[in-house]
């Protein structure tokens, strides 16, 4: 199975201050159709994981241009341009390229 | 607006069964594949099942492969989870999810416990 390895586990930031989040894969996630299946979920405190990005960097509808994804291959970032409250919670990243999907450990951001 | 409801857990005894449903609206079910994810409590995020959108194939993770069957009524908009000879492993919340993970439902909890 590929493994996804997010750091940090945890992250503590103000509000307004831009943070990054990492996801490296066992296995390069290019696809042999061209497309990389790598997603990007938040969930919130007691609430169902949301889309934020999909295929490595095209934003999910309704989420705020302040996130955006980028990498390739084995390599992923997800970043936030400017933290607002309603950031808060647990970051995943997940891969739908290879058999079974899996999902990263994920990234806790909370407030400093 | 695409509504996804999780329905039928509960506690159960480790050994006995228990069926989840998920109510599908808003969007043409038939169209489409559907998965089931679960997360056990405090942790994070696991792929349980996937089923292709006439039902015909199905995919599960190895732990539950023989013990779960994944199913669907697309007459009903429908999508099932039998979960049979059930493990205190297995407790845990579980979400339906459309392809490409846009939505989700709100999840419903399994606790597998004596």
């Known amino acids: 199975d590929v493994v996804l390895t997010q750091t940090p586990p945890t992250l503590s930031a103000t509000i307004g201050q831009s943070v990054s989040i990492s996801c490296r894969s066992s296995?390069?996630?290019?696809?042999?159709?061209?497309?990389?299946?790598l997603n990007w979920l938040l969930q919130r405190p007691g609430q169902s994981p949301q889309l934020l990005i999909y295929?490595?960097?095209n934003l999910e509808s309704g989420v705020p241009n302040r996130f955006s994804g980028s990498g390739s291959e084995t390599d992923f970032t997800l970043k936030i341009s400017g933290v607002e409250a309603e950031d808060l919670g647990v970051y995943y990243c997940?891969?739908?390229?290879?058999?079974?999907?899996?999902f990263g450990g994920g990234t806790k951001l909370e407030l400093k | 607006e695409v509504q996804l409801v999780e329905s039928g857990g509960g506690l159960v005894q480790p050994g006995r069964s228990l069926k989840l449903s998920c109510a599908a609206s808003?969007?043409?079910?038939?169209?489409?594949?559907m998965h089931w994810i679960r997360q056990a409590p405090t942790k994070g995020l696991e792929w349980v099942a996937s089923?292709?959108?006439?039902?015909?194939?199905?995919y599960y993770r190895d732990s539950v492969k023989g013990r779960f069957t994944i199913s669907r009524d697309n007459a009903k908009s429908t999508l099932y989870l039998q979960m049979d000879s059930l493990r205190s492993e297995d407790t845990a919340t579980y979400y339906c999810?459309?392809?490409?993970?846009?939505?989700w439902g709100q999840g419903t909890l399994v606790t597998v416990s004596s």
């Open positions: 999810a459309t392809p490409g993970f846009a939505y």
């Open positions: 808003g969007f043409t079910f038939s169209n489409y594949g």
């Open positions: 089923i292709s959108p006439s039902g015909g194939s199905t």
């Open positions: 296995q390069s996630l290019l696809d042999s159709d061209g497309d990389t299946y």
């Open positions: 295929s490595v960097s």
């Open positions: 997940m891969q739908a390229t290879h058999a079974p999907l899996t």
